[in-house]
């Protein structure tokens, strides 16, 4: 089985060092995409023995983890496990998210951080994680309770199958959205993560809004029909009962109630886009989908 560990890292060179030479010490073979860093990164990878891919420029967490998955394809490996640059993540806990995929119980495991304790996680992440794997969820057919880790094992199957297309953190989730709805089995393990230091290179509230809004996106594409469908059938459903209601009035004291015409016009026409664009967007997707089979 040919398995590799593959590291996004973006100015890491305080961490990539030991990082990797704990790695190695499981014999794992190691590749890292140095992300555009302008510090040392690249040098000390190269330098520890580790693979190197290089982005001239920072393109994002999402584009390292694609590069990552294209040089994975390109290498033939069975399995390619992510896992962060910064330290928090354990490489003794390469094996519980490895071993479910070399027994062949799942195609994507995820290293979950709930499912065991982890104090020094700070609180405003545990909710801000856990409301993103609530949206991501309910595009997926198995329930997880983190999806925004990035220490995964990844099998041949699903490198070849999906090409992340996202640049930022989003990546995470249009992974797993994409992958469910292609049939493939995804489990979690539980790991351990330090918050030492807090390693964290961005702002939480852009991070998560930027994240809620390419997570909408995969949802809308994947599920067209439950993403505008639903929310469009309900607002016809609104908008024909002030219709109506208005109509009534008007037979019973022929005056025209304009806010209950107002409301029920609007709620009507807005109804009807939202239906014809899941329609739209449903058959776009699939047709697609049809061309690329
Ligand atoms: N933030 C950020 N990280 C990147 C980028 N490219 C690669 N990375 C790497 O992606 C990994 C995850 O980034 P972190 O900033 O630690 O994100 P996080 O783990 O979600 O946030 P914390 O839980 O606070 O650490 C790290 O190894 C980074 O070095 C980038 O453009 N921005
Ligand atoms: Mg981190």
Not at 83 to 105: C, F, S, T, W, Y
Request: net charge positive.
């Amino acid at each position: 089985m040919k398995v590799a560990i593959g590291i996004p890292a973006y100015n890491e060179e305080k961490n990539i060092a030991s990082v990797i030479s704990k790695l190695s010490k499981f014999g794992y073979s190691i590749i890292v995409c140095d992300d555009g860093s302008d510090d040392q990164t690249n040098q000390i990878a190269e330098k520890m023995g580790a693979l190197v891919i290089t982005h001239k420029k920072n393109l994002g967490y999402g584009a390292a983890i694609g590069s990552l998955f294209f040089k994975a394809k390109d290498m033939g490996l069975d399995v390619l496990v992510t896992m962060d640059a910064d330290g928090q993540h354990r490489p003794k806990d390469v094996k519980a998210v490895l071993d479910p995929i070399l027994n062949e119980e799942a195609d994507i495991v995820i290293g979950s951080r709930f499912l065991v304790e982890n104090k020094e996680m700070p609180s405003y992440r545990k909710t801000g994680i856990k409301m993103i794997t609530k949206l991501a969820n309910t595009a997926l057919d198995k329930q997880i309770t983190d999806s925004q880790s990035g220490f995964r094992g990844y099998n041949k199957k699903v490198l070849s199958a999906i090409s992340p297309s996202e640049s930022g953190m989003g990546v995470s989730n249009e992974i797993l959205i994409k992958a469910s709805k292609q049939g493939f089995k995804i489990d979690e393990a539980p790991i351990k993560v330090s918050y030492e230091g807090d390693t964290s290179t961005h702002h939480p509230v852009s991070h998560g809004v930027s994240v809620i809004f390419s997570t909408m996106k995969f949802i809308s594409i994947e599920h067209p029909l439950k993403f505008y469908g639903i929310p469009g059938i309900v607002f016809l459903g609104i908008g024909l009962f002030f219709v109506v209601w208005a109509l009534q009035y008007f037979t019973e004291t022929r005056q025209i109630l304009t806010n209950l015409v107002i409301i029920g016009v609007s709620g009507v026409i807005l109804g009807v886009v939202l239906v014809m664009n899941a329609i739209l967007l449903y058959s776009i997707v699939n047709l697609i989908r049809e061309k690329r089979n």
